[in-house]
């Protein structure tokens, strides 16, 4: 069980109400007398997120007021109970009563309890949740532990989450689940034909790798997950501006969200033979660097000429796509950090994805508005392929011109995948600028959720 939730029971806990305001101005929400006039006194108009507790007749806590703002509000957080693990007191407290989801208002309870304290010491919230009845606490345990996961190995810096890091981090998770682990490692990248990911790594001193997993039965449903690695990001010898380069520790959130989707694979025992395929690189400078109008082979046979070092990130992964497609998996789905294009159009808290399959389309956005893991359909748009033409090489990884570069990205990948019967692509940011409910500055899990559910539903 998460560590947000009490095993104690419920009768000795003290009860959470869930206030609207049309409810409090109503005089219908309890509780009355004394209770009520003190709450009046203090102030308390039942606004979104508005907090009170209530003080018993011999001084201590008798209930706390959560306000919830307006009901017709649509425009109110699913996750406005994350704020209450900063704001209750040590102790153990229930649900007095439902708010509008009851899942999401406890997954948001145990999202909103995490702290990154790895160089810091952070006082932990120390208050306990007694899991509501009829919530499956299981699975809302393994989305906050996964989502923790995620924000971890995101939030740690450059200086200790390089490729190797990353590596140890997938090997501890497949051990624990009983996966099979292996790694590509150095040069060894271009002798078993992974020259993308090797040209974008060798300019670091820290070796880029191929990090391999499989688990499961293999007579189930292949499904495999791809994510990008790109531990640092300076752009290359197409430099980054100081400002761009701010939180590129980041760059990794496309693996360290696939780590966190396979994590809750794994602990549900989804009937799949699962594959986890991430590359693991630093996009550094150094005289070996590759440089733009570079062309290199890649492992499906097109040549690719550089248009930019700055967009590695697709060539990394094009390699990977392409080992993943080999097996021809009934389900191929890869998430990175990849475009400032897709937070022009859509700002950091809703990722857009692609897919040719119209059935997975709409299952995944029900699945994504189920879980308050919001994600949006973009289009393959066919006619903008033709931006990807190369006079010298069979394709480019960034044309000139700023026009629909989420939507190139996702075009220039699909050109190497073929076998897979669907496949899922997400151009995720992987990080909240500023603290919301359930969500704290920093890293972030986005998409993993969503699919999660699509899985269990599919697979459980």
Not at 86 to 96: H, I, N, S, V
Not at 262 to 287: F, H
Not at 324 to 333: F, G, K, R
Not at 411 to 429: C, G, N, P, T
């Amino acid at each position: 069980m998460h560590p947000a939730f009490a095993t104690s029971s419920a009768e000795a806990a003290i009860p959470i109400i869930f206030v609207s305001k049309a409810a409090w101005q109503a005089a219908d929400a309890t509780p009355d007398g004394p209770a009520r006039r003190f709450a009046e006194a203090s102030g308390f108009l039942a606004k979104s997120g508005q907090y009170l507790a209530l003080p018993a007749a011999n001084g201590d806590i008798s209930h706390i007021l959560f306000g919830l703002g307006e009901e017709s509000d649509r425009t109110r957080d699913p996750f406005l109970a994350g704020k209450l693990p900063g704001l209750l007191p040590p102790g153990t407290f229930r649900f007095a009563n439902a708010p509008r989801d009851i899942h999401l208002a406890t997954l948001a309870f145990a999202l909103g309890s995490y702290r990154f304290d790895r160089y810091r010491k952070a006082d932990a919230p120390k208050a306990r949740l007694v899991p509501p009845e009829g919530v499956d606490i299981a699975a809302i345990s393994r989305m906050g532990e996964a989502a923790s996961l995620a924000r971890d190995l995101i939030n740690t810096p450059a200086n200790d989450m390089g490729p190797e890091e990353l590596a140890a981090a997938a090997h501890h998770l497949a051990q624990r689940f009983g996966g099979e682990f292996s790694c590509i490692i150095g040069d060894d990248l271009r002798q078993r034909n992974f020259p993308l990911i090797h040209a974008v790594g060798m300019a670091s001193p820290r070796a880029p790798r191929l990090i391999d997993i499989t688990w499961g039965d293999p007579t189930h449903p292949k499904v495999t997950l791809v994510g990008k690695g790109v531990c640092f990001d300076t752009g290359g010898v197409d430099l980054k501006p100081a400002s761009g380069m701010q939180i590129m520790k980041k760059d990794m959130g496309g693996a360290a969200n696939v780590l966190a989707l396979a994590l809750m694979v794994m602990d549900a025992k989804l009937k799949v033979r699962l594959r986890v395929l991430i590359p693991a690189v630093e996009n550094a400078v150094a005289g070996n660097a590759f440089r733009p109008l570079d062309i290199f082979p890649s492992r499906k046979g097109p040549t690719v000429e550089i248009g930019n070092t700055d967009a590695e990130g697709r060539l990394v992964l094009a390699d990977a796509l392409a080992l993943a497609d080999e097996e021809a998996p009934e389900l191929l789905i890869d998430l990175g950090t990849l475009t400032g294009a897709a937070r022009v159009a859509l700002g950091p808290d809703v990722p857009p994805f692609y897919t040719n399959d119209d059935a997975l389309a709409l299952d995944i956005a029900r699945c994504a508005q189920t879980e308050n893991d919001p994600l949006w359909r973009m289009p393959l748009w066919p006619a903008y392929g033709a931006w990807l033409d190369s006079k010298v090489a069979d394709i480019n990884n960034a044309p000139s011109g700023g026009f629909a570069g989420s939507i190139v990205c996702a075009l220039f990948l699909q050109r190497f995948v073929e076998a897979a019967a669907s496949w899922l692509h997400v151009d995720i940011y992987g990080w909240t600028p500023s603290a919301k409910p359930a969500r704290p500055e920093g890293g972030e899990c986005q998409a993993a959720r969503a699919i999660y559910r699509l899985l269990s539903k599919r697979y459980g």
